[in-house]
């Protein structure tokens, strides 16, 4: 089902309707998402200074995880992923919204950001898909949390993309931005059309030596080079980038970021311990929870339009495309209507 939520602080652009999407995933011609829905017109996202106060520390699998939590410790969980180049404190205007509606609030920082460390030197930096899912998993299991709705963006929506197609046991409800992110190395072998190329650029630029020391020397240079590009309406403050910037100053976050990319495109290899997931993922599996998919309008990143892949989701499933110049951060660019899917996603 799409619906349209519409803001008032920018004007209207149309939605990005990518090529790359169709190749990337494997999807073109996909069945268009189903039926219509009210529209909805929740308030502007923020830019102020908000912080979570103190953070948590959990050992879970490889890492000791850090972690914001908010809301009662006996309410149903909603698991909060953010993306690259950002942060936890993409939901840092989402959290209070599900808090004051009983949810217990988790919000991780993946490996290779803010406070998540690995326990030992000797394991691998491997940014590849499954770890990425594998440390969600281990994270829920180290705070006995059983199910939980998740949700993300960007890395994180591929994160809980994963975590509902492998382990739908754990998942109640599903919130992606930019919908069905799976992926594999044989389908990103697969050459895009010119322009669809030229905005993975970065991606290309991190294949080389010169990338990875780029990225080194200039990581808060380049990281608000692509908050301004994918987000190219968004008049973020200094304050608000610099308060996830430093979770940039992470030791293994280069080297996360460089075999994340390097992996999808089969420069760089992944664990055998993580073969097995990988094998099933390269299948695009069908997603079976109940699931809720966001697009902004002002998406200045790659991503897939909706039509292409609207059949991957299986169950009761709703997409909602996000107006007012609303960009690739849809969380803290549109808080209301991102809690707004998380609170939806539930009820379905």
């Not at 972690?67 to 909603?78: I, L, R, T």
């Not at 599900?98 to 290779?112: D, F, K, N, Q």
Request: aromatic content about 12%; some cysteine; charged content about 20%.
């Amino acid at each position: 089902m799409n619906s349209e939520i519409n803001f008032q602080r920018r004007r209207f652009f149309g939605i990005a309707a990518m090529t790359v999407a169709a190749v990337e995933f494997g999807a073109a011609g996909l069945a268009h998402a189903k039926g219509e829905a009210p529209s909805l017109q929740p308030s502007t996202g923020r830019d102020g200074a908000t912080s979570f106060g103190s953070l948590k520390q959990v050992e879970a699998g490889v890492l000791s995880v850090g972690y914001a939590e908010a809301g009662p410790s006996d309410g149903p969980v909603v698991l909060l992923l953010h993306g690259w180049p950002y942060d936890i404190y993409s939901y840092v205007d989402v959290a209070p919204i599900l808090t004051s509606a009983g949810y217990r609030v988790l919000i991780p920082y993946l490996r290779g950001y803010g406070t998540t460390r690995f326990l030992s030197d000797d394991t691998a930096r491997n940014g590849q898909q499954a770890a990425l899912a594998v440390d969600m998993i281990a994270f829920l299991d180290a705070l006995g949390v059983k199910q939980a709705i998740v949700a993300g963006y960007d890395w994180g929506a591929r994160t809980a993309d994963i975590m509902a197609a492998l382990w739908p046991e754990r998942c109640t409800g599903l919130v992606s931005v930019s919908g069905y992110l799976i992926g594999s190395q044989e389908i990103n072998r697969m050459p895009l059309p010119p322009k669809a190329e030229l905005s993975w650029w970065y991606q290309f630029y991190f294949a080389t030596e010169r990338g990875r020391a780029g990225y080194a020397a200039n990581t808060r240079e380049f990281a608000r080079l692509i908050w301004q590009t994918a987000s190219p309406t968004w008049k973020f403050s200094d304050e608000t980038f610099n308060r996830s910037a430093t979770a940039f100053d992470n030791p293994d976050h280069v080297a996360i970021t460089i075999h994340n990319y390097r992996w999808r495109l089969a420069l760089a290899d992944g664990e055998v311990k993580y073969d097995d997931y990988e094998r099933t993922l390269a299948k695009l599996p069908v997603i079976t929870v109940p699931t809720i998919t966001l697009e902004g309008d002002a998406n200045g990143a790659p991503h897939p339009d909706p039509s292409a892949y609207a059949s991957k989701f299986s169950g009761k499933y709703r997409h909602r495309n996000i107006s007012g110049g609303i960009g690739h951060n849809l969380p803290q660019e549109a808080p209301e209507a991102f809690a707004s899917a998380v609170l939806d996603v539930a009820k379905l």
